[in-house]
């Protein structure tokens, strides 16, 4: 179930829909602000694996 922590909701919230997007259907917590770093590492691999 994708939760984010409200402390850091403001910087979640700053992203382009298309990642914020992106993050949710991860169904992950993203407590910290390394977890919501970790989505978007993710996010970037597989977009460099699809254009590969």
Same mark, same amino acid.
């Given at each position: 179930?994708?939760?984010?922590?409200? /402390? =850091?909701?403001? %910087?979640?919230? $700053?992203?382009?829909? !298309?990642?914020? +997007? *992106?993050? /949710?259907?991860?169904? @992950?917590? @993203?407590?910290?602000?390394? !977890?919501?770093? $970790?989505?978007?590492? /993710? =996010?970037? %691999? %597989?977009?460099?694996? +699809? +254009? *590969?």
């Amino acid at each position: 179930m994708f939760y984010i922590n409200p /402390r =850091i909701r403001p %910087q979640f919230d $700053s992203l382009d829909t !298309d990642l914020k +997007n *992106a993050i /949710r259907s991860m169904d @992950v917590r @993203v407590e910290t602000l390394t !977890d919501l770093m $970790s989505c978007l590492e /993710r =996010i970037i %691999q %597989q977009e460099g694996g +699809n +254009n *590969a």
